[in-house]
């Protein structure tokens, strides 16, 4: 029988069907973080149980972290708890964690690809909605709750219903400085942070399969904002030229054997998907956010949408007054106040390089504040290898160190009230940098150039040198 | 978790869409251990100003609306999988929660904490919201045994819920009970499963 990606890979992980129609689903690798997962330990102790496979458990401490003097205690009380909570949960229970100081350090899903502990045919879970970033190797890989983090600690199983399979094909060429960044806003706005809600997505087509594996990332990452469980893309070359050779990717003969059955990972030529939709890459240009949602995106050049004009005109005309915008205006022009560049969705050596050519020899506007954001240590050193360091010092954006930071804003890095921020990162809901922060979700040539100019401007404007990357 | 009784309560109106559960608590709130008090930080930044005094015009500041159901807009809890959101409402007092459209791992965090999410049709919410604002105390009939949500004046709607998740809900049941039931076949799952 004909099979997509997803049930090819899901069908491999299914223990048993229950009833109802759930199923029991084995997973091969779990991810942890501070912030969702003391929880799960208290209720492994509660019940008195040990944790089934210590050994498919990774952790790293993200959220909650400061990102200037990773060396120095953390000074918020509550953070540091939290983070100590992880190392001696980690300790009592035998699990791997890459914290504070740890070479390995980072944002859970920029370390684990980078790592090659990522690799195309699994099944991934992590407390955390962000999940779907692993998709990009052709696993399954989605957010779960805390409950459920304890359930995996317990069984390395869960028990879950089949989602939908939804394909979302862009054929085409991207034009001149559109990024992947571009693609899922474009696609978000179109379906709505509800559009793809008990689906898993597949994305196919000509300008998915010619995306580098950070650009697939990205995209892969978003598809929780507009509701999917998770994305994936069917593993390729590309795939699996990035995991040969990563820390803990299979090496030699292994890798071959792995390959082979890594290229069976496609979807059939005719098999069914519940929901398709298709667009062209022709059509999509550099995009920016105006509301509280990441589905209120439209392309830079164009306007704020007026209250007829969507669905929602209540939401439309609240989200405008959180945002200080109006109806119908154009956002090109707009003063800027911060620039966030980081967040699992764009804080990968490709995203630094792309700021980077960019900024090269410019210097920010007067009045932006600038910050970069490295997704993980490696992130962080390679870009001081490849002397990115100095061109962004010089252009005068702050280079931190590694986590979450003001994609959240859990640490002290947070957006002041009233103020716009243009960022990277996956959501621009009220509050989410900050109280009363306002923020854009852009690509990061987009964040680079509103950066220097002070303003929100078109890209293509400014730059038209697309980054080798 | 507790078991889920009938439920026969007024209702606390929300009609916003597409709440998400950065607005149900608030990142910075997050740093707590354990499960329980999250629900004096429920709607953080909606319900109180930044120095902590009361926003009148909020709905859980309005002491016309109390109960133990939230009645919310379509795409409630969209965004962070963080199952604070669910603690929060729980914590707060809330049982169920009415919507006509809920995010996935909001749904299922709900579920696994003896909170309710129940899906209405478009039309059934836009009576609720309607009945609520006209009569703050009228009382909502929730019977999860027969899958119905019942009106003060008898109209009614059926929802639909996971066969295993209700049994679950009625008996106070977790799911990790029940995996745990099935760690044999996990096991021997294991021997001929391939990890590359």
Redesign the interface.
Known sequence: MSKTLFDKVWD??V??E?????E?L?I?RHLIHE??S??AF??IRN?G?DI?RTDKIVATAD??VPTKNQHLPIK?A??R??VD?LQQNCEDFGIELYGLGHPYQGIVHVIGPELGIT????TIVC???HTSTHGAFGAIAF??????V??VM????L?V?R?KTMRITINGELGEGIYAKDIILYIISKLG??GG??HFVEYAGTAIWGLSMEARMTICNMS??M?A?GGMIAPDETTFEYVKGKEFA?KGK?YE??VK??KTLYTDDDAVFDTEYNYRAEDIEPMITYGT?PGAGIKITGTVPKPEEVG?P??LK?SLEYMGLEAGQSLEGKKIDHVFIGSCTNSRIEDLRIVANYVKGKKKADHVEAMIVPGSRQVQEQAQREGIDTILAEAGFELRQSGCSAC???NEDKIP?GEYCVSTSN?N????QG??ARTMLVSPLTAATIAIEGKVVDPRKFSLEKVAV | MEKFKVLKTPAVPLPEEDVDTDQIIPARFLKATSREGFGENLFRDWRYDSDGTPKEDFVLNNEKYSGKVLVAGRNFGCGSSREHAAWALYDYGFRAVVSSFFADIFRGNALNNGLLPIQVSDEFLKKMLADIKKKPSTPIKIDLKDQEISLEDGSSETFEINSFKKMCLLKGYDDIDFLLSKMDKIKEFEKQHVEF
Request: with cysteine; aromatic share 4%.
């Open positions: 491999q992980h223990v048993e229950v009833e109802g129609g759930l029991v084995y091969d912030v969702t003391p929880q208290s209720g019940r149980v089934h959220h909650n918020d509550l953070s708890l939290q909570a690799k195309p045919g699994m407390g955390d909605s957010g779960i709750g805390t409950s459920q304890e359930q317990a069984t390395q199983c028990l219903e989602p942070t509800g809600t008990g929780i904002e509701g469980r299979p292994e054997e792995a059955y890594w949602n929602n209540e939401g609240k959240l804003g859990m009230k959501r809901f009220e509050g989410r109280p009363g």
